[in-house]
């Protein structure tokens, strides 16, 4: 390109990258076959080699990719077919493998029966690579900044390369993307990912699904059992299905039934292990399941694992590690010891790179963050971008330290009472604090009055040798109130109908707080400057251009019709105005809920201002695989009808406590 070389762009083939060097973790140069060269930036886009030149640098950059065969099929030319295939490339070519190929080409005379008749000339079987979750592999890496990986196309790079090279380019520039890339960025990885035997196992099951049609909640079969808190077994023997986040194994519904009809042989000493499925775009399989468990957390007790959180211990030795958090957050941490804060991290343009909630743990130097399971790698690098550079503020991943169950409906502080000396009363314990509780015979037990749904309860943050005692302390003094066990899908309905966001669902890198109904956790006049702050107030001032809301389907049969689960088309008065992010549904509404983005585009397709009129003006529908449902659209969390109501739970608002204003 004439263009890039009058640019100074040089492209030299046949030459080997031996060595990649950092200096305080930042890229500073590349050793190659051919001399050294000094750069401010290096990406790594070898294809199926990315993962060892990863290893090309101290520290490695873990590349989670592994190879795998992938054929297609040479002919002689076919009259009116166009001959235009990839090329054989002998260099980077693996043994043909014609009895593996054959079922494949059973399939293709199928579909194709002129190929009955054509004249084979060469089976190609070349090496393509692969992610553990079937994504590219996108962004700059955790362990040295400006090193940037684009690799793992899988299959596909030609067309993708210009959409990742425009990507990739954006982060070097500009230092961030105009497009959410949270799916794609490498920072979705733990160094588990890039174990080379879970890697091995994974990708026998990856490549099926590149042009496989994908039910919803799909689980993964390889690479399980790897993480598991230490009720892991309790949980299987109360009859805990398994999905699995970040490696974790985290409980989707519970079968109470299940151990006791089956066979009551034990695997290694354990009851049998189920993996979560659903197989269908219909009514689940595990809907009655989810239903009693929902019913638990709302009129009784339900009991959850949320130890699959991430937990981050953020400390100074003095006031430094506030003046870290105010700038690093958009909401004021300067809160009373003992106090919760939810907050955002966002980045310069306002969007969310982190949604947590930060636990004042002493005066002025502790704070412990809690942050969804899938940021542990992302929010930690965020964090380290940001920390001083005089070392005065530090972090530590206590992820694997702590078990966290929750407990959640109208009897848990009942419940927690009778395991602990201390007063839990609202006036003493309030919604929204923490405090350091003894229970049952063990101590140190952190404790947040919250449960991140919007319910009633308590989340307990408990070292991981104590985890047993108390799970069984729980279990046993819960018998009286109706405990039961209740996983991720149940959790996931209550928060959907609560109408309560979570980031990498709802929220991303281009959602502000101001689109989605937080703008009252954003502090302008706190004093103190924090990132994003000027995108924010350029926001408030000139209006947003989508809004965050709450749909519910006013005639959907959940029985017989085709459910929602993301994604789908919102349309107000016959036109598209935006999608869903997450649904669920709604046990009380006895209904099914969305929640998505509304916007205002005028006659071009351009978004304009969206204000409160707009939205709640007009009729709204959903698409569903090709059918309209009509919608009532909510602004606001709803209060939902309980045989306990309380003032915390009806006070408690997790969308736009105050009405939408400019």
Same mark, same amino acid.
């Given at each position: ?7 100074? +762009?040089? &492209?030299?083939? *046949? ?28 990406? *790594? ?22 190879? &795998? ?7 002689? $030319? ?46 190609? *079987?070349? =090496?393509?690579?692969?992610? =553990? ?44 993307? =105009? ?105 689940? =399989? ?35 590690? +506030? ?86 409906? $109208? ?27 003894? &229970? ?72 502000? $707080? ?18 994003? /702050? ?27 019709? +085709?459910?929602?689960?993301? *994604? ?37 397709? /351009? ?19 090709? &059918? ?35």
């Amino acid at each position: 390109n004439k263009v890039l070389f009058c640019a100074g +762009v040089r &492209v030299y083939e *046949n030459c080997a990258v031996h060595q990649v060097h950092n200096k305080d973790c930042k890229v500073t140069g590349v050793d190659t076959s051919r001399g050294s060269i000094e750069c401010n930036f290096f990406v *790594n886009c070898a294809g199926f080699w990315a993962r060892q030149v990863g290893k090309m640098s101290e520290p490695f950059v873990k590349v989670p990719l592994h190879a &795998v065969e992938h054929y297609y099929l040479h002919t002689k $030319p076919i009259a009116g077919l166009d001959p235009m295939t990839p090329d054989c490339s002998t260099s980077r070519l693996l043994p043909e493998d014609w009895d593996h190929f054959h079922v494949l080409l059973e399939q293709m005379l199928l579909r194709v029966p002129v190929l009955g008749s054509a004249t084979l000339d060469q089976l190609c *079987n070349g =090496p393509e690579a692969f992610s =553990p979750d079937c994504k590219w592999i996108v962004g700059e890496s955790p362990e040295i900044q400006n090193y940037f990986v684009a690799a793992g196309m899988k299959t596909v790079g030609i067309s993708a390369a210009g959409g990742v090279g425009k990507a990739t380019a954006d982060l070097i520039v500009n230092g961030c993307s =105009p497009y959410d890339l949270h799916e794609l960025d490498i920072s979705r990885f733990l160094g588990l990912h890039n174990n080379r035997k879970f890697l091995r196992d994974r990708v026998r099951e990856v490549p099926g699904m590149h042009y496989g049609l994908i039910y919803p909640f799909h689980e993964f079969e390889t690479g399980r059992n790897i993480r598991m808190s230490p009720i892991y077994p309790k949980l299987r023997a109360a009859g805990a299905v398994f999905g699995q986040v970040m490696g974790y194994e985290r409980p989707s519904w519970f079968d109470p039934k299940f151990n006791e009809v089956s066979d009551t042989r034990l695997d290694n000493g354990y009851h049998p292990y189920r993996i979560a499925y659903t197989k269908t775009f219909g009514q689940p =399989p595990w809907f009655d399941y989810v239903k009693d468990e929902y019913s638990a957390c709302r009129e009784a007790i339900g009991l959850s694992d949320y130890s699959s959180f991430t937990k981050i211990d953020i400390l100074s030795k003095g006031h430094e590690v +506030v003046d870290c958090l105010q700038y690093l957050c958009s909401n004021d941490v300067d809160i009373p010891l003992g106090g919760i804060i939810h907050t955002g991290m966002q980045n310069k343009l306002g969007g969310y790179e982190n949604d947590c909630s930060l636990v004042r743990i002493a005066e002025n130097h502790s704070y412990m963050m809690i942050a969804p399971t899938i940021q542990q790698t992302r929010c930690k690098v965020w964090i380290q971008k940001h920390l001083p550079a005089d070392g005065s503020v530090t972090l530590s991943d206590v992820t694997s330290m702590y078990t966290a169950i929750c407990i959640m409906g $109208p009897f848990t502080r009942n419940l927690l009472s009778e395991l602990t000396d201390t007063d839990l009363s609202p006036r003493s314990f309030p919604f929204f604090t923490f405090k350091e509780l003894d &229970v049952g015979l063990a101590n140190g037990i952190r404790a947040m009055n919250l449960t991140h749904t919007g319910e009633l309860g308590y989340v307990l943050y408990i070292p991981n040798e104590l985890a047993l005692h108390v799970y069984t302390q729980l279990i046993e003094a819960g018998k009286k109130y109706g405990i039961r066990h209740a996983g991720y899908y149940a959790m996931r309905a209550i928060r959907v109908e609560r109408f309560y966001a979570f980031w990498g669902q709802d929220l991303d890198t281009t959602t502000t $707080p101001l689109e989605c109904g937080r703008s009252w956790r954003v502090k302008f006049d706190k004093g103190k400057h924090f990132i994003g /702050q000027e995108a924010l107030e350029k926001q408030r001032s000139e209006g947003v251009k989508r809004m965050y809301v709450q749909l519910v389907l006013n005639d959907h049969d959940p029985e017989f019709d +085709v459910w929602p689960c993301g *994604n789908e088309p919102i349309y107000k008065d016959g036109q598209y105005v935006g999608l869903t992010t997450t649904t669920a549904y709604g046990f009380t509404f006895k209904k099914q809920v969305c929640l998505g983005f509304v916007k205002n585009l005028d006659s071009e397709g /351009q978004a304009q201002e969206v204000t409160t009129e707009f939205v709640l003006s007009g009729n709204y529908e959903v698409d569903i695989a090709g &059918v309209r449902y009509s919608a009532k659209v909510n602004l606001h969390s709803p209060n939902l009808h309980t045989q306990y109501p309380d003032k915390e739970r009806g006070a408690y608002l997790a969308t736009r406590e105050e009405q939408v204003a400019r």
